[in-house]
């Protein structure tokens, strides 16, 4: 039967360690909960949460949030969803699991929910992985013991905030997916992955369309150094330089005292865009 702690001040809301035995749900004022500082999800979309919270109102809170005790309040562990839902519709208490659990242990049992739940984006699990690892200590092994995981799934998620953050940004979107993220990373260039990002979107490219277009596009990275190693050393910074104003891939073929100059373009707006940016910097 649940306990109701309810109506004798402070210290009925929060009762002593001893009075709160193993897996005892008791009830507690809202207000008496706080956020999880370590919660891993960093997006709470509005619409989810009023539909959740018609789902309390009618059927009440069926599963307890999961917190621990901190000085005169609970902080929560997990069902921050919950919470938001519960304050959504003014609920005077709400029902709790108490459990007596580090920082570390904190953050792994919000991380466990959510990613059994699924509810959190990519960039929001690596961004989880990288405090994880950062903040405790701790290897990706052990994170991928801890979620039941392989190393190299670790690993690959963390991969993705290599991406630019516009790329990122996207990716939490749900604009491009993380699949396209993953091949993406293939590229070094940042600025060939942004232009690629917006065609995913644009052409709505499927990740097997995007790895054919970046097999076109990659450079031919041992064939470039030993081209590079029997060139002036100046070609090869002016290369770069035009790369850098122009975002795109340039290639500069000296001979003598003659040679060419190559600028791609990948689509007839990148064409308009290099051409507005050369003439640019005629004009100036």
Known sequence: ???????????????????????????????????????????????????????????????????????????????????????????????????DVTDLDSLELALIENIQREDLNPIEEAHAYKFLIEKFQISQERVGEILGKAKTTISNILRILKLPQEIQLEIKKDRISFAHGRALLELEDPNLQRQLTQEIISKDLSVRELENLIKMRRPKTLKRRMQLSDREPFVAVLEEELQQILATKVRINKRKKRGQISIEFYSPEDLERIITVIKGGLIK
């Open 1 to 99: 039967m649940e306990k109701r702690a309810l109506g004798k001040g402070l210290s009925a809301l929060i009762p002593e360690k001893e009075e709160v035995h193993k897996n005892e749900i008791i009830y507690v004022q809202t207000g008496q909960i706080k956020p999880n500082p370590f919660q891993p999800r960093e997006d709470f979309d509005d619409q989810t949460i009023e539909e959740l919270a018609q789902s309390i109102k009618e059927k009440g809170i069926i599963q307890p949030l999961l917190v621990r005790r901190k000085n005169d309040y609970y902080e929560l562990i997990a069902g921050e969803r919950r919470l938001r839902a519960a304050n959504l519709l003014n609920l005077k208490e709400i029902p709790i699991l108490v459990k």
